[in-house]
């Protein structure tokens, strides 16, 4: 029982370079999120997938790319890395559409360093 | 979101029931509320929904206001396994609206 896997765990990177996070899920589950989480602070919603096929902004995207790539992947892409993304990613998953009425299920996160 | 607030942290004694209030006085009709908890180097974890009526499942229950100004999560019997942080968060659709966070401390 996998549930939502992201990889990698632990990632440092320089400022400028790009890199990929991985998020897959096996409940097949319709929509997925990525959000990030700061030093001591709450989620924030950086891109949404509602259905296979389609994306949308949440309260941060700036600086990040998204791709659906299939029901159960949703991978997140920072083109030019910069020392404000240092965070903590999580992808999450729903088996609804929108996440107003079913839990979410998270993965364990992606801990990101830009220097 | 500042207005979704509960407070920044309580504590309980262990097997004492604990109350977690929240306060998300700008709820709309459409917004379910929601709990998760997080603990330390680890992602959220679902503990219960709600919309108007209370909601009881295995880990907790869920008591909203009749005017859906606030709610309160309920662990009827706190375990050391408790101690996270609680997050409180109004959702509308894919509208996210996150509480900051209460830090509950069980106290053995």
């Known amino acids: 029982n996998a549930g939502v896997t992201q990889t990698p765990k632990f990632q440092v990177l320089k400022t400028g370079q790009s890199m990929t996070l991985q998020c897959a899920q096996d409940?097949?589950?319709?929509?997925m999120y990525w959000y990030r989480q700061d030093p001591g602070m709450g989620l924030r919603l950086i891109y949404y997938?509602?259905?296979?096929?389609?994306?949308d902004k949440g309260e941060v995207p700036n600086g990040y790319n998204v791709s659906r790539l299939n029901k159960r992947e949703f991978s997140l892409r920072l083109e030019s890395a910069a020392p404000s993304q240092t965070s903590v990613y999580f992808c999450a998953s729903s088996e609804a559409t929108t996440a107003s009425n079913q839990p979410q299920h998270f993965g364990d996160g992606t801990r990101l360093s830009i220097l | 979101d500042a207005k979704t607030t509960q407070p920044n942290s309580m504590e309980s004694n262990e097997e004492e029931p604990v109350h977690l209030p929240c306060n998300h006085s700008t709820i709309s009709g459409t917004d379910y509320i929601h709990w998760y908890r997080q603990l330390p180097s680890q992602g959220p974890e679902y503990v219960i929904h709600g919309l108007t009526s209370n909601v009881n499942n295995r880990m907790a229950s869920l008591a909203i206001a009749e005017d859906r100004k606030s709610s309160t999560l309920i662990l009827h019997r706190a375990t050391l396994r408790d101690a996270a942080v609680y997050y409180c968060?109004?959702?509308?659709?894919?509208?996210?609206?996150f509480g900051t966070g209460t830090s509950l401390t069980v106290i053995p």
């Open positions: 997938s509602a259905s296979e096929g389609t994306t």
């Open positions: 409940m097949n589950h319709n929509s």
């Open positions: 968060i109004r959702i509308r659709g894919n509208q996210f609206y």
